[in-house]
């Protein structure tokens, strides 16, 4: 595995007295959020160049430093950068939630009900007349699969997809604080592939940017997908 070659371990110290950043908690100086961005970035520009990423981006487990950052701002353009530690800050075309993952479409749960009305109010979507709950055009979500159920997580996120829109993962079992993993986290990247399909999914992209050469075996190396939700 690639733990100590690309990432060092983290070791699940606990937030400092006084320490101002949340993130520092789960993170410490391994959060690595350049490294993100230099993966990410490639991919962000050929499918902004292609016109496919769209208007309404959400970036789940955005931590300190969204990757949506990395964007062009255009008109009309907006953000949701959804984490369990984000600051409920909001400016002009960015809006952070709070919000843990594994609540995102359960209708029942207090903290999503109030985190939808903001995005509601965000977006000038009034819920109350709107027939449809507006959909994001692209969804991204890095460093986040281990701590979560995975399943119940990128399910939920499924029905605030557009049709032809798409979601890009970026994840590396077993990397991060492990205190901290979900049984139900993904632990091989090949359950992805029967869980998208199931969920009206096509990959039009994976990549192994850290594999070794003349390495085949997929399922714990760092990997970087989009898939496009056909149906």
């Known amino acids: 595995m690639l733990n100590w070659l690309f990432y060092r371990p983290i070791s699940g110290k606990r937030l400092e007295e006084g320490v101002a950043n949340p993130w520092q908690e789960y993170w410490g100086d391994t959060y690595a959020p350049e490294l993100k961005q230099w993966l990410l970035k490639p991919v962000l520009d050929d ?5 496919k990423l769209g208007n309404l981006i959400v970036d789940i487990g955005s931590g300190a430093h969204p990757i949506t950052r990395l964007l062009p701002a255009r008109p009309g353009r907006k953000r949701v950068c959804i984490d369990i530690a984000a600051d409920n800050g909001e400016s002009i075309d960015e809006l952070r939630l709070r919000l ?3 609540k995102i479409g359960q209708l029942s749960r207090l903290s999503f009900c109030k985190a939808l009305v903001r995005v509601s109010v ?4 009034d819920l109350r007349k709107e027939a449809e709950i507006e959909r994001a055009d692209t969804m991204m979500i890095a460093d986040t699969l281990n701590y979560v159920d995975f399943r ?3 399910g939920g996120l499924t029905s605030y997809l ?3 829109g798409r979601i890009i993962i970026l994840n590396l079992p077993y990397r991060g604080n492990q205190s901290l993993f979900s049984d139900l986290g993904l632990k091989d990247n090949r359950q992805l592939y029967p869980f998208l399909e199931e969920q009206g ?3 039009e992209f994976k990549s192994f940017p850290k594999r070794p050469r003349n390495e085949t075996d997929e399922s714990e190396e760092l990997i970087v997908l989009v898939a496009r939700k056909d149906s």
């Open 47 to 51: 499918l902004e160049k292609e016109g």
């Open 100 to 102: 843990d993952a594994e």
């Open 122 to 125: 965000f977006l000038k979507i």
């Open 152 to 154: 119940k997580v990128l």
């Open 162 to 164: 557009k049709l032809r």
């Open 201 to 203: 999914f096509e990959i």
